[in-house]
């Protein structure tokens, strides 16, 4: 089982930045992808191999990004130039090579945008 702990959220006005860290722990060997989600739909925003390539949504491309440290088991999202619509709860996700994204959340961390 892994555990994933989200913090960085925050109220920020727009045209600003937040960075978003997850913590993996438990059974962390072989994880291969780690991403962010958002939003009660859990939109996909961005993911990043345990190699540093790094995919994105097009709403956030040139605004936002995803980096990891795969000794620390961490995966960050910087946010810059949020917008209101980037108001969501964002959650951290993990998948093994052969596997698919998980389906155990952690408990996301809110960012609010306002204009």
Same mark, same amino acid.
């Given at each position: 089982?892994?555990?994933l702990?989200? #913090?960085?959220?925050? &109220?920020? !006005?727009a045209? /600003?930045?937040?960075? &978003? *860290?997850?913590?993996?722990?438990?059974?962390?060997?072989?994880?291969?992808?780690?991403?962010? @989600?958002?939003?009660?739909?859990?939109?996909l925003?961005?993911?990043i191999?345990? #190699?540093?390539?790094?995919? @994105?949504?097009?709403? *956030?491309?040139?605004?936002?990004?995803?980096?990891?440290?795969?000794?620390?088991?961490?995966? #960050?999202?910087?946010?810059?130039? &949020?917008?209101?619509?980037?108001?969501?709860a @964002? @959650?951290?996700?993990?998948?093994?090579?052969? /596997?698919?994204?998980?389906?155990?959340?952690? !408990?996301?961390? !809110? *960012?609010? *945008?306002?204009?």
């Amino acid at each position: 089982q892994v555990q994933l702990v989200e #913090s960085g959220g925050g &109220l920020v !006005q727009a045209g /600003g930045s937040l960075k &978003l *860290v997850c913590t993996a722990s438990g059974n962390t060997a072989g994880i291969h992808l780690m991403g962010w @989600y958002r939003g009660r739909q859990r939109e996909l925003v961005a993911f990043i191999t345990n #190699s540093g390539a790094a995919t @994105y949504a097009d709403d *956030v491309k040139g605004r936002f990004t995803i980096s990891r440290d795969t000794a620390k088991n961490t995966v #960050s999202l910087q946010m810059n130039m &949020l917008k209101s619509d980037d108001t969501a709860a @964002y @959650y951290c996700n993990w998948k093994r090579k052969f /596997g698919t994204w998980s389906d155990n959340w952690g !408990q996301g961390t !809110q *960012v609010t *945008v306002t204009s």
